[in-house]
């Protein structure tokens, strides 16, 4: 049997809310596996979270840079928050993110690494003389780019050190040949939203499989009982109301909650003097997802 740690408590709390001693019976019950125990807590109608909330376990930047219709999102990853501040990586992001500009459409991770890097050597290289000169391990996690034809790439920093590097940064590519002003300014709004509303999906069909499966589990285990008929109406009228909470379009716009953000987008339409439609984001919030070694004592 998995010992359910103090630490492992601590985490389930912070990521459901629920009581100490329902976290340390979930955990118990799944083994001490965090997101078995997070489903154990939602079908027993103790937690409300859909998935785990994460704390951010890692340090570094997320940079943003835009160029024309083309925009790229990167997360560098250190060991500190100190060095997050440090002018010499806070050059080097900035050089990750000027390559990743200029290979356009093939910003995957292993490509960027191989390209020449400004000043001499590829970007590998580049991170190799960082982490001797810093003196902490440094890492270039995860890059994507967004395009448009005609239109925009909108962005956003959250939590910004220095312009274009921050804790969480957002692009998103709306495609229209209106008012590029006017899309610029909705671009932004639309970015914070993202920033501060965390999506999965821009719609239902993006959701990933497996995450609509794990909800669909909890709603047929929570309603277990009920007739057949029942159920299936429970679980269509759930995940209408799960689609509302993580689909972009479908989630209520921090801006004016009293509207969708597609409603938004759609009104936007008047003062952009064209036809919009949002057609993808980039999210990354600084070391989601990434797990530190639990502190000792």
């Not at 997050?84 to 200029?102: C, P, T």
């Not at 914070?192 to 047929?220: C, F, Q, W, Y």
Request: charged share 25%; hydrophobic share 45%.
């Amino acid at each position: 049997m998995a010992t359910v740690t103090a630490a492992l408590v601590k985490e389930l709390r912070e990521s459901t809310g629920a009581g100490m001693m329902d976290c340390k019976t979930a955990l118990t019950e799944t083994g001490g596996d965090i997101e078995a125990a997070i489903d154990w807590l939602r079908k027993k109608g103790l937690s409300k979270a859909s998935k785990k909330s994460g704390r951010v376990a890692a340090d570094g930047l997320v940079g943003v840079a835009i160029e024309a219709n083309f925009g790229v999102v990167v997360e560098v990853n250190s060991e500190t928050d100190f060095v997050a501040r440090n002018d010499d990586f806070q050059a080097l992001v900035r050089g990750v993110l000027a390559v990743a500009l200029d290979k356009g459409a093939d910003v995957e991770v292993e490509a960027v690494k191989k390209t020449h890097y400004p000043g001499g050597g590829t970007v590998a290289e580049a991170i190799t003389n960082a982490v001797a000169t810093i003196g902490e391990n440094i890492t270039l996690r995860r890059t994507h780019g967004l395009h448009v034809h005609q239109g925009v790439i909108g962005h956003y920093v959250h939590a910004q050190i220095v312009d274009g590097l921050g804790r969480i940064g957002v692009i998103v590519a709306l495609a229209s040949t209106g008012s590029r002003d006017a899309l610029v300014d909705l671009g932004r709004h639309v970015a914070m939203h993202v920033a501060a509303a965390s999506p999965l999906a821009l719609n239902a069909e993006g959701v990933d499989p497996a995450t609509i499966a794990r909800e669909k589990s909890v709603l047929l285990e929570k309603n277990a009982g009920k007739p057949p008929q029942v159920l299936e109406r429970i679980v269509e009228s759930g995940l209408k109301t799960f689609y509302k909470e993580v689909c972009l379009l479908d989630q209520a716009y921090v801006h004016d909650p009293a509207k969708t953000v597609a409603q938004a987008v759609k009104e936007a339409e008047k003062a952009v003097g064209a036809p919009i439609s949002l057609t993808g984001f980039v999210r990354y919030a600084l070391g989601e997802g990434i797990e530190k070694p639990a502190e000792e004592g």
